[in-house]
Nanobody
Framework: QVQLVESGGGLVQPGGSLRLSCAASGSIFSLNRMGWYRQAPGKQRELVATITRGGSTNYADSVKGRFTISRDNAKNTVYLQMNSLKPEDTADYYC??????????????WGQGTLVTVSS
């Protein structure tokens, strides 16, 4: 009963920037940890960044200093600002949200994915 809608992916040149958005809707009592994962062809899905309800963040070493995760609790939305993009950042990016529903169920929900391609 909780849905995530991702947006913001696209094609950019190395060194460029993109901002991903993930909006949650449905039977939401509270949003807990929110995050972004990515999966490149032939590779395992890996954590990119997470942010807790209190604003504590965690980043993969490969994106530290370049990516910034943030959230707007009023909009039930998490963002990923990606700067200084590299070809190795090319992947499908997936939003992940931990949520307590209105009937007090703990859920972990995945978005549909949005493709980021960094290429000259």
């Amino acid at each position: 009963q909780v849905q995530l809608v991702e947006s913001g992916g696209g094609l950019v040149q190395p060194g460029g920037s993109l901002r991903l958005s993930c909006a949650a809707s449905g039977s939401i009592f509270s949003l807990n940890r929110m995050g972004w994962y990515r999966q490149a062809p032939g590779k395992q899905r890996e954590l990119v960044a997470t942010i807790t309800r209190g604003g504590s963040t965690n980043y993969a070493d490969s994106v530290k200093g370049r990516f910034t995760i943030s959230r707007d609790n009023a909009k039930n939305t998490v963002y990923l600002q990606m700067n200084s993009l590299k070809p190795e950042d090319t992947a499908d990016y997936y939003c992940n949200v931990r949520v307590v529903s209105h009937d007090y169920r703990y859920l972990e929900v995945w978005g549909q994915g949005t493709l980021v391609t960094v290429s000259s």
